[in-house]
């Protein structure tokens, strides 16, 4: 119990999410929360950085009680255990990171031995204690919250920068607990990458059943970022872990007022209310995924499709009439008249699928045009033209391309007949789809059935919508695909969408979702922080300057954080960072070296820039 509200269990998925004002801001801390309960947050963060700002909760708690609004409130601490000791006599829930609640981070590799680990352990554990007692004796909860960033150096040194070394760190703390037998626990395993993220959780889940605990899970991606990136990376990340039934309570870190954070967390959640059922999915006895590791299936090479290539994107334009070449432009394809050339974005399309609607008009170079089989018969000669069969037409022997067969199945189509026919065809390539409710879990299924029947046919994961807002197209593709994307499956995507927003959104969906799951590179990137009371600089303006001005180059990665106390370690794996370190200064970071500091906040983001240019990643931005 979080005060009133019940999380794990039969309760419902709890939506939560954090204030960004100043702690001791109580009336602009009241009011935020306050739009953020509107919004439908159910429990609210702060951050309590010092004794003041936590002896400050009870300011807000009781002007948000006498405003009629009790919703319980968590406080945030880092690296100052005086201040959780206070605030946990005041908020109904206290979240400490074990990486840093008594431990200063030092960026330094340490050789621990046993005995010095051992020694180390003693010492949490005396700091730790007093605040697990006054926990039980006050009702209050406790999250203990585990960052992929802020990992201590005994756990680094040990375990390594590994989801093992996130568990390993939460374990610590919950074996203290359990010691003094204090329960009213919850647990998160958050990190930017979400590949880390997702097999930190489900292993914790492992080792947690080892040691007989089953303790609610919070979920979140921290330093998500923003916009369209920041939603598709939040549900590649906590999608993939509610698809399997994993999470109590979620919170999503976007670089943005945190009421917004609301409606998008709602939406990941509601899918699952109304998921009283789905079609029965047959059981399997042998599971050939590796859930903790990120492993890629095995398949042939087909073109351009499948082995060690990069996953493809291939659009849906069956639906649409009369194509012109300016119809190529949301496909990242732009004509140019005067020159008489296709200029080829990041983000084109590799592949579109045209149905029966045929074009007479030249295509850009990269793109390969699919059509249905009878239609693709018509322009069989011509170059970068393929077939999109059914099963059961692609099982009729027909006359097919001598280069790629788009083959469509779902799971039941998948007979002994068509598993041999598509071991035995070095040009197929399986499209899947599914109209299961639970159809990444009947994907993931026919994935299982091909890894264990030895077939390496490439497979592009199709699924189709309908109706849906541009947010909601990209949460529930960004679930379905990166849940199989993260276990390694799949060699390429394919999102049908009708009536779901521009060609263009459903084109940049599909490339932020190989984006957010790393498996395809194709823009920036930028982890930035969610912004708290400890930040120094407008985040959000920032952030939108310094993309504005680097937003062109692939595959950097930069980190954005607001405060130096966390922002270094939460950055984890950013090439450079931009990182507040008192009003109006900045300090600069190339990966985990500082390398200029306490820089005029009006200078910083040329400074950023400079630093780029200095390592050699900077090009300049290509102009229409
Ligand atoms: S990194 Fe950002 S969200 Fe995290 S504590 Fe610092 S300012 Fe707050």
Sequence with gaps: MVGNVGVGGDNPIRIQSMTTTDTMDTQATVEQSIRMIEAGCEIVRITAPSKKDAENLQNIKDELRARGYDT????????TPNAAEIAARIV???????????????FEELEYTDETYQQELQRIKERFIPLVRICKEEGTAMRIGTNHGSLSDRILGRYGDTPLGMVESALEFLRICQEEDYHNIILSMKASNTQVMVQAYRLLIVKMKEENMNYPLHLGVTEAGEGEDGRIKSAVGIGTLLEDGIGDTVRVS?????????????????????????????????YPIDSYNYIRRESNKVLNIGEKQVPIVMADFSLKKKLSPASFFALGYRYSVPTDKWNIGDMASDYVFLGDEEIDFNIPGTLGIVYHYDTWLKHQNEDRVYPFLTHKQYLENPTLSKHLNIVYACLPDLSTELIDRLKSDPTAVLLIDSWNAHGMAEQRRLFVELINQKCTVPVIIGRAYGNLKEE?????????????????????VFIAAENCGSDQTVNQTAFGILQATRTRISKTEYISCPSCGRTLFDLQETTAKIRAKTNHLKG??????????????????ADYGYV??????????????????????????DALIDLIKSYGDWVEAKSD
């Design 72 to 79: 319980p409130l968590v406080a945030d601490i880092h690296f």
């Design 92 to 106: 109904e829930k206290v979240r400490v990171n074990p990486g840093n609640y008594a431990d200063k981070k030092k």
């Design 254 to 286: 976007l670089t943005e007022e945190p009421e917004f954070e609301i409606p998008v967390a709602r939406e990941l959640v509601r899918r699952y209310d109304t998921r009283k059922k789905h079609q029965n999915i047959s059981s399997i006895s042998d």
């Design 472 to 492: 909601e197209l990209q949460l529930h593709a960004a679930t379905d695909m990166g849940a199989l994307l993260l276990d390694g499956l799949g060699d390429g």
């Design 556 to 573: 950097v990665k930069i980190g954005i954080m607001g405060c130096i106390v966390n922002g270094p370690g939460e950055m984890a794996d």
């Design 580 to 605: 507040g370190t008192g009003v109006g200064k900045i300090t600069l970071y190339k990966e985990k070296e500082v390398v200029q500091r306490n820089i005029p906040e009006e200078q910083a983001v």
